[in-house]
C-alpha cells in the first residue's frame, strides 16, 4: 500500500474542492453527484470519503473556496476608492466573465441553490459574500467602511442579479445590451452614494 504525504493528501483535497467548485458552477448542486465530482478530479469515487465525510462536507467547502476565490481575483486585485469599484463592475458586467460560467461568479451560478442548501452550505456563502461586501464597502466609504455593508450587499445583489438574467437570455444583443445597462446602473448607485 502506497502511504501519501500529508501535503500531497492536502493537494488532492484542494483538487478536489476546486473542481467541485467549477462542476457545480456549471451544472448546479442537485446536478453534480459524487461520482461526477470525484472524476472530474481524476479520482475514484470510492476515495471521495477519505477526504470528505459527506458530499454536504464537499458542497460547503467548494463555496466558501469559490467565494474566497472570487474575493482575491476580484477584490484583491482592484484599485482602492470609487475607481476599483468601476474596475469590479466592468470586469463583472464583461461578456467573456458572463459566458464562462464554470470560471465566473459563484453568486450568479449558485445563488438560488445556495438558498436552498444546508445550513453549512449557507454559512459558507454568506462568510464569503460578506467577506466580498466589505471590499466594495471600503471603496464606497473608506472612512466609515461598515456606514456601507449594506449599500455593497445591494450592489452585490444587483451584480448578481443582473449577470444572471444576461446568461439566461438567448437574444445575444439584448443579453450584451442589458449588462451594458448594469454598468450604468451599478454607476449610478455610486454616483448617488458620492452625494449622500
Keep these: 500500500m502506497v502511504r501519501y504525504t500529508k501535503e500531497h493528501k492536502q493537494q488532492t483535497r484542494q483538487r478536489i474542492i476546486t473542481t467541485a467548485g467549477r462542476r457545480l458552477k456549471r ?12 472524476k472530474d478530479a481524476g479520482l475514484t469515487n470510492g476515495t471521495f470519503y477519505a ?36 474596475q469590479m463592475i466592468r470586469w463583472y458586467f464583461s461578456t467573456e466573465q458572463r459566458d464562462s460560467i464554470e470560471d465566473g461568479c459563484p453568486n450568479a451560478a449558485l445563488l438560488d441553490e445556495i438558498a436552498r442548501s444546508t445550513d453549512a452550505t ?15 464597502a471600503a471603496r464606497l466609504a473608506p472612512h466609515d467602511p461598515p456606514s456601507a455593508r449594506l449599500k455593497a450587499l445591494s450592489l452585490l ?10 446568461r439566461a437570455l438567448t437574444d445575444r444583443q439584448l443579453a450584451d445590451e442589458l449588462l451594458e445597462q448594469g454598468i450604468r446602473n451599478a454607476l449610478a448607485l455610486l454616483d448617488a452614494e458620492q452625494h449622500n
Design 122 to 136: 449557507r454559512q459558507a456563502y454568506t462568510d464569503g459574500a460578506l467577506v466580498l461586501i466589505d471590499g466594495f
Design 51 to 86: 477526504y470528505f465525510p459527506s458530499k454536504d462536507e464537499l458542497i460547503a467547502t467548494a463555496v466558501a473556496d469559490q467565494m474566497r476565490a472570487q474575493h482575491e481575483n476580484l477584490v484583491t486585485q482592484a484599485a482602492p476608492g470609487r475607481a476599483g469599484l468601476e
Design 27 to 38: 451544472n448546479g448542486i442537485d446536478g453534480s453527484g459524487v461520482a461526477t465530482l470525484m
Design 157 to 166: 445583489g444587483m451584480l448578481a442579479g443582473t449577470l444572471q438574467l444576461s
